[in-house]
Every structure is written in C-alpha cells, then in structure tokens.
C-alpha cells in the first residue's frame, strides 16, 4: 500500500496491490493495521509516526474510538463519525486496535473534474471530520456499502471497474460533502484563477511570500488574487500565503529535528532573527517554545 520517503516528515506514496490499480482502495481498518505493521509501524496496535500521505484518506468507524492526528489538532473518529485526509497533510495514527470501520484509500486524479470541483477535492481549508445523524448517516454508509462491494468485484474488465469505482466513490463524497456545501456559487473568474494562484503557490511558497511574485508569474494584479482568494477561502492573498508556509514551519518543527535556523533557510529565510519574528507575528510564539509545547504529547502518545 505504502512506502517511505526519505524525509524528516516521511512522504507516503500511494502503492496499489499489483492486479488491482484501479486508483482507489477500500478496507477495514484491521487490514489497514495489519499493513501498516507489516511496513514496519512503531508498535504492535499499528500507530506510526508523523508521515504525509500523497493520496486522500476517508475513515470512518462502526464500533470502538480511533485517534488521529491532522496537522496539530487531534480528532476522535467514533460511530457515525467520518474523517477525511488530504494529500501533503501530516498525519499520525492512534491505537488502530481500538476500533472497527472502514477506510478509503484514492488518488487526487481518480474522480472527473467536475466532481472533484463539486466536493472541493484540493480546498487547503476543506473540513476534516464530520459528525452525520439522522438519515444521512445509513445513507451515507449504503453509498459506502455499494462502493465497498464493486471493489471486491474483480471478474470484469479493468476500465469498467473503474469506471463503476469512480462513480461509487463520487456518490460518496458528493452526500457527505452536501451535508456542509457553502451558500452560492464561486464565481468562475475567480474559481480559475484561485486555482492557479493556489497551485503557484504551493510550487513557490518555500522562498516567494510575496504576493507581487505570484501577480507576475499568472499575468493578474494583486488586487485580483487577493479577490479571488477572499472569494474561495475568506482570507486574502497575502494571509494564504502565510497560513501556507506557517504550517509548513509547525510541520517541521512539531515532526523533524533540523534546527530553527536550518528551516528557516529551507524556507527562503535567510536571516534566522527574521524568520523567528515572522513566526511570532502569525502565531504568538517562537519556534523553539513551539517545538518544545509539541515534542511532550508527541512523546506521551
């Protein structure tokens, strides 16, 4: 299913059984452990150190708790409970013993365009858990239910079960996400252009903080992204930018041992005095008291 890169924070890539690489996995939880501790997992429940997924998760459990990690906040996935991981999110598991359920493994490129637009695929402020009653929650488990049967389906042809898996896996998503869709439409000029300067920065954002840098590299003004920006995720161009590399910082402080002043550098600060006022200013703190109020639950878990 996995292997490991060689990072501070290991990258986990997506691996498909041999015969089945179809872009999706569903499995219960048990079998996610027993991987997990095949692939050499800390101890014996299966819950491993802080890793970054480069596929999206969808867990939800039936019986029991399970505890995870998503970047700095730790969530409780009970019955009913559904918790969604992006790609490049750092994450860490709890006692992989202490429940039962489901997980969904898929690919970014797995659903068509338009659903992956429709359920907000790559919203780097895309919610994380949800809490479903009433009937959405046996509606949501039939969809999953369907999905989990067709993918131990094997006898038909390879690009119709995969076509069949995509459409089971959008109706998934599609009736969880309804539950919490935004009023109104993003405008389609700031809907693309969004994306662009998301993807920008994403790609830059380890040594370009400046919003004039992103204005000149997609051809828009400023005032455009910042628009655009303030249309899709409610800050502006600036503070998107900031949130980015901010928790690319807590990432690397919280998960890995460089010292301050070597991420720092990594980051595009070339003066450590700077980079530590940078992370007071946006978080209240420095980055060595950061590391040092994270390392203690980091330990005792």
């Known amino acids: 299913?996995?292997?490991?890169?060689?990072?501070?924070?290991?990258?986990?890539?997506?691996?498909?059984?041999?015969?089945?690489?179809?872009?999706?996995?569903?499995?219960?939880?048990?079998?996610?452990?027993?991987?997990?501790?095949?692939?050499?997992?800390?101890?014996?429940?299966?819950?491993?150190?802080?890793?970054?997924?480069?596929?999206?998760?969808?867990?939800?459990?039936?019986?029991?708790?399970?505890?995870?990690?998503?970047?700095?906040?730790?969530?409780?996935?009970?019955?009913?409970?559904?918790?969604?991981?992006?790609?490049?999110?750092?994450?860490?598991?709890?006692?992989?013993?202490?429940?039962?359920?489901?997980?969904?493994?898929?690919?970014?490129?797995?659903?068509?365009?338009?659903?992956?637009?429709?359920?907000?695929?790559?919203?780097?402020?895309?919610?994380?858990?949800?809490?479903?009653?009433?009937?959405?929650?046996?509606?949501?488990?039939?969809?999953?239910?369907?999905?989990a049967h067709e993918y131990g389906t094997t006898h038909m042809p390879a690009p119709t079960r995969s076509a069949i898996l995509q459409r089971l896996l959008a109706v998934l998503l599609l009736r969880l996400t309804h539950l919490t869709a935004p009023v109104g439409t993003l405008p389609a000029e700031h809907a693309e252009t969004f994306q662009r300067f998301r993807a920008a920065v994403e790609t830059d954002f380890t040594w370009a903080r400046d919003v004039g840098h992103y204005a000149r590299v997609l051809g828009y003004s400023p005032r455009t992204l910042t628009r655009a920006a303030l249309a899709a995720v409610g800050v502006g161009a600036k503070e998107f930018i900031d949130r980015r590399v901010v928790l690319e910082v807590k990432r690397l402080l919280a998960h890995g041992d460089a010292p301050v002043a070597g991420i720092g550098a990594r980051l595009g600060f070339l003066d450590t005095s700077?980079?530590?006022?940078?992370?007071?200013?946006?978080?209240?703190?420095?980055?060595?008291?950061?590391r040092s109020r994270y390392r203690p639950a980091r330990v005792a878990r």
Do not use: C
């Open 274 to 290: 700077n980079f530590v006022k940078y992370f007071i200013q946006r978080t209240g703190t420095t980055p060595a008291t950061f």
């Open 1 to 147: 299913m996995v292997k490991n890169g060689q990072e501070a924070i290991p990258e986990i890539q997506y691996v498909p059984p041999a015969a089945d690489a179809v872009g999706v996995e569903v499995m219960p939880i048990a079998e996610l452990r027993r991987r997990m501790h095949h692939h050499g997992a800390r101890d014996a429940e299966g819950a491993g150190g802080a890793q970054r997924p480069d596929f999206h998760l969808l867990i939800t459990v039936e019986q029991g708790l399970l505890w995870h990690m998503i970047d700095f906040a730790d969530y409780a996935v009970t019955d009913s409970t559904w918790l969604w991981v992006r790609p490049g999110q750092v994450q860490r598991f709890g006692d992989l013993s202490a429940a039962s359920g489901t997980v969904v493994l898929f690919q970014p490129d797995f659903l068509d365009p338009a659903t992956a637009t429709d359920v907000r695929l790559d919203d780097p402020f895309g919610r994380t858990l949800w809490q479903i009653t009433g009937e959405d929650a046996p509606a949501l488990h039939r969809a999953l239910d369907h999905l």
